[in-house]
């Protein structure tokens, strides 16, 4: 390979197992330790604090993580609340944007195949502008059930697969390992 051979990737972090987000943020702390300008824009987490909002801070303007949605939201059968829909909009129209300017080195789309799994996002208005993202900036899509409209135009996609998890032993999430 040659210099020439480098240009913002597509990344996706997918599958039903734990670390999909925690995999994103390893990787935007990395970038953001080499000089990289990193946006996180999370599309459904919203009510919750979680610990890497605080450590976010003390990197600077230059690593920005935005909640945009209301935590979580109601599907498989009911019916999806049109404020968490307005808000996803809301979310894609600043991520594309970010995407698009050229001001980022990375953008983490967190929890976007959530959004597009629920219907709440076309896949093909994310497709339409990761094909037009500037040729250096990277992108991360996380979250389970990648669209393979998204899995075929990714560079790399990883899937977490479940082996074991403390919750089937009756352990909690705990503070500082899971937020």
């Known amino acids: 390979m040659t210099e020439t051979s480098r240009r913002g990737l597509i990344l996706i972090n ?10 994103a943020l390893g990787t935007a702390f990395r970038a953001a ?9 999370q599309f459904l987490k919203g009510s919750w604090h979680y610990g890497e909002l605080d450590a976010a801070k003390l990197l600077g303007e230059d690593f920005v993580i935005k909640q945009m949605g209301r935590g979580f939201v109601k599907v498989g059968g009911a019916e999806t609340d049109p404020e968490d829909i307005r808000m996803v909009e809301q979310a894609w129209d600043e991520a594309a944007a970010a995407i698009l300017s050229g001001d980022w080195d990375l953008v983490v789309l967190d929890e976007i195949n959530y959004a597009i799994g629920y219907k709440m996002l076309d896949p093909e208005k994310v497709a339409e502008v990761l094909r037009a993202k500037p040729e250096m900036v990277h992108v991360i899509l996380t979250g389970r059930n990648a669209h393979p409209t998204l899995i075929e135009l990714a560079d790399t996609v990883t899937e977490m ?9 009756g352990i909690l999430a705990q503070r500082g390992i899971e937020f």
């Open 14 to 23: 997918t599958g039903p197992g734990k670390g999909k987000t925690t995999a």
């Open 33 to 41: 330790g080499n000089g990289m300008r990193v946006l996180i824009l």
């Open 161 to 169: 697969r479940e082996v074991k998890h403390a919750y089937e032993k």
